[in-house]
């Protein structure tokens, strides 16, 4: 067996890879080819390949002969041509290990082959995304956005590949105008909705979905109604007031107010009283939070006068009275 016992460190710090990179998945088999620069192989010299970790790969010795490093017997088959300055042979049974620079030199020398090897990629799956942060209280009708974050699990870390993100509503998936990391767009629905993401890298592997965030946006009133929904009254002076509840959807809840002739005049989502004179006219309630206000039907209420008279002289009295005496 021949020994393999001198310093490749070296080969190591000083490396330069000459072709793309090669991309494999763990347990794949990966093939690295690439071209020894011209002037780079000298003479009669022994040429090495070297891995990331600093151990000679293999060795094409000047007379052709070709050997092997033990730890790679089993997975590691050759096919280049050193006289033609081709480097080619595949690597089975990749593991995370193996990942990094592989470069050359000419052993008779100790000397680094510049621009000579190739970067090996094995491709990790992404981890799962957690829930979506979200950058601020989703309103209806206003934009908010929300950021998915994942980390590459490829090595090595300077691989050069990027994550990109495609998102789920309701796990139905969404067309984005972007496909990074933050998803920002306007909130159309009032209903609740639940939103997910994952990480895909380029010419890799695609994370798991990640955790759902449910979103429950707030909304100003609306769907505003009155309860019984009769739109007027007719009641004689003091008797009391129709009672009439307003309702409506908000979130956050609701507080309410009621209009009388576009004046507030009261608190309360339910409105009652004692009938006056003065009480007579339209009457609106008003339901409102921090997203805004908006406004009822409109209620009309007549407030008779109550008296004994009857008939021809009640009239002849309110016309010339032209208001209720107690």
Known sequence: MIQMTYAAVLFLTAGVASASPVLSAVSDTARFSWEIPQGGLRTGSTFLTVSPAGDTVFIVYSDGAFNRNPNYRDRLVYQGNIAARNVTFTLSNIQ???AGTYTCANRGTDSVIQNCGQKLVVLGKPTTPGRPLVSATPVYNQQVTLTCSSTSTTVPADHGLTLTYTWQRDNTDITVASPGSSYTFTVSSRESQSYRCRATESQGLASEWGQVYNM????GPYQISLTPSTSSYTVTEHQALPSITCSALCRPECSYRWLHNGTAISSGAVFQGQAERSKTGSYKCQPSNAHGSSNSVTVSVDVQC??????????????SIGRCRM
Request: proline residues 0%; without cysteine; negative net charge.
């Open 306 to 319: 109550r008296s004994t008279l009857s008939g021809q002289m009640v009239a002849l009295a309110l016309h």
């Open 96 to 98: 995370t290990s193996d």
């Open 216 to 219: 429950e946006s707030e909304y």
